[in-house]
């Protein structure tokens, strides 16, 4: 198998229909593979093999300057405000009313970067990968003779600050009983972290996610997005190649924003009910499955179970809450080398149903939610093989 993909992906020009096929039935972990597989499905990559190293330079070096813009100008003009104390009536000043005033972007920014912080945190709390300190920690924002704010910082800040707030307005008034921060449950705690000059893999994945808010205001930040980044740089991270490896940051933020503009109308509430909202997707799960079982699906239309009770999830994450890791991306390889991109995915849900059927069909209500929400099948193959079944008795 691993020649049959060195030979596709060897050509001057990748066959892209070649590759799809060959991606779909699952991409070998050996020799940075999938990676560079992931990478052409994603249309990062052209599929003239000529143009990659100029493209990649290219695309690091636009993220480096995002990096700057977006992370290290605000922080360094967060660090000079307590260096050069000039007249703040003149200056733009935290309490400047004008929404054009950097203070109110930064304050705005400061919402969404807590609310990813928290999600970040929580990858796959299962596998210590994520709390690793990365072996390319980011030099332009870890430099020791950098003074400015990082992005660490700037939540450990925030976080102190807003603690100690909610503290005094939740009516305790008396807070002498030693340091306010030491009753609340998210002590300090969470927040030791790694020696200076290092950093952990959710910090990466946390940055990421703050430029892609940043450069998306119209959809910014929505919780679920951690789950769509985090097994896309977990391969790209741990890729064998110690060049993918090394630009894992930059190149997942460039095919995070790829896969998101395929699927971000399920992340948009305003769309739920448009053709392209969830909902459509939801309701096709259960039209694919009256098709393809009847005796199902009036069962759970009977016990009037919707699909927003679980496929809501399934799809807007692409599966990723329900399997272990390594499966999920396994299941990605046939999502992402889906021709009519995510139709199979649909399919997929429908073989997760059918593959459960006998219980279902006996079960009640309560039973057959439980089921549903904590799905009970671990073999991944044998569930893409039975997508594959349905696709084709279509």
Known sequence: RIADFQEVLGEPTVALSKLRELCFSGIPFDGGLRCLCWKILLNYLPLEKALWSSLLKKQRDLYSQFLKEMIIQPGIAKANLGVSREDVTLEDHPLNPNPDSRWNTYFKDNEVLLQIDKDVRRL????????RPTDYPCLLILDPQNEFETLRRRVEQTTLKS?????????????????????????????????NGC?????????????????NPGIAYVQGMNEIVGPLYYTFATDPNSEWKEHAEADTFFCFTNLMAEIRDNFIKSLDDSQCGITYKMEKVYSTLKEKDVELYLKLQEQNIKPQFFAFRWLTLLLSQEFLLPD???IWDSLFAD?????FLLLVCCAMLTLIRD???EGDFTLN??????????DVHLILK????????K
Do not use: C
């Open 163 to 195: 603690q100690t707030v909610a503290r005094n307005r939740s009516g305790v008034t008396n807070v002498s009983s030693g340091s306010p921060l030491k009753s609340t449950p998210s002590s300090l705690s969470e927040y030791e972290v790694l020696p």
């Open 328 to 330: 999920v991306i396994r």
């Open 124 to 131: 796959y709390p299962d596998m210590a990968f994520f709390q």
């Open 339 to 343: 021709d009519k991109r995510f139709d």
């Open 386 to 393: 039975k997508a594959k079944e349905l696709q084709d008795s």
């Open 199 to 215: 950093e952990a893999h959710w910090e990466v994945v946390e940055r990421i996610l703050f430029i892609y808010a940043k450069l």
């Open 369 to 378: 939610m439980r089921l549903l929400q904590d799905y009970p099948i671990s």
């Open 359 to 361: 219980q279902l069909l």
